[in-house]
């Protein structure tokens, strides 16, 4: 069965900071898609991004990266140069490309970053 | 345009009342879902619609009925409901039910609480 690990409960950086948002993956299939997703107070989640797993290279979107390593399982995010508006918790999701496909995800990291 | 739309954004209701939840997606999106969520814990999936259809029950209590009236609108009819039962409820869409590639789009969700 799959599983999403993200050992990071909370977080707090001053602005300005750079920070990775650690995302560890379970899976027995080898098609499956990553995500992560963003939900600040107000409780909307916001998609970030979507991998696939036959696709390792890193991302950069202004601020935000993420590297993907199936090696380690890992699919972490990094945030350079953390603004308040950063503040948020982030989840990472999975999903299998067998049977029904849903999500399944993390416990979520809260993001706390202070002026 | 990726808005999932939901109301009422706050609810208050007693155990003896009977309220309904409301999501609407303008995307063409054909699978949609009910998640629930309690604070500081990641979105549990409820149920999930595919083609207007029911397609996915994770064994929740029959005091939650939903319903889908059409392609765009997504119900949620609320009956006897416990305390235990506040938490913030979200409506998501994805384009192709069941697709592990499809990215779900989550609405602002309803904040619950049940005196």
């Known amino acids: 069965a799959q599983k999403v690990t993200q050992a990071q409960t909370e977080i707090s950086v001053v602005e300005k900071e750079d920070v990775t948002l650690d995302c560890v993956y379970e899976?027995?299939?080898?098609?499956?898609?990553l995500f992560w997703y963003k939900q600040p107070p107000s409780g909307e989640l916001v998609f970030l991004i979507r991998?696939?797993?036959?696709?390792?290279q890193n991302e950069i979107s202004g601020r935000y990266s993420w590297n993907f390593q199936k090696s380690t399982s890992s699919f972490n995010f990094t945030i350079t140069a953390s603004q308040v508006v950063d503040s948020a918790v982030y989840f990472c999701a999975l999903s299998e490309d067998s049977g029904y496909s849903t999500l399944t995800f993390g416990k979520g990291t809260m993001l706390l970053v202070s002026p | 345009d990726t808005e999932v739309t939901q109301t009422p954004k706050h609810l208050v209701m007693g155990m003896t009342n009977k309220k309904s939840l409301k999501c609407e997606q303008h995307?063409?999106?054909?699978?949609m879902y009910w998640y629930k969520q309690k604070a500081k814990k990641p979105p549990e999936l409820m149920f999930v619609?595919?083609?207007?259809?029911?397609?996915i029950n994770e064994s929740v209590p029959s005091r939650f009925s939903p319903e889908c009236p059409n392609s765009s609108l997504l119900n949620l009819h609320l009956h006897a409901l416990q305390p235990e039962d506040s938490a913030l409820y979200l409506c998501?869409?994805?384009?192709?039910?069941?697709?592990?590639?499809?990215?779900?789009?989550f609405g602002p969700g309803t904040r619950l609480t049940v005196l």
């Open positions: 619609y595919s083609y207007e259809k029911l397609s």
């Open positions: 991998r696939n797993s036959f696709d390792e």
């Open positions: 899976t027995r299939d080898t098609t499956y898609y």
């Open positions: 995307m063409g999106h054909r699978a």
């Open positions: 998501a869409s994805s384009q192709v039910p069941g697709l592990a590639t499809d990215t779900q789009y």
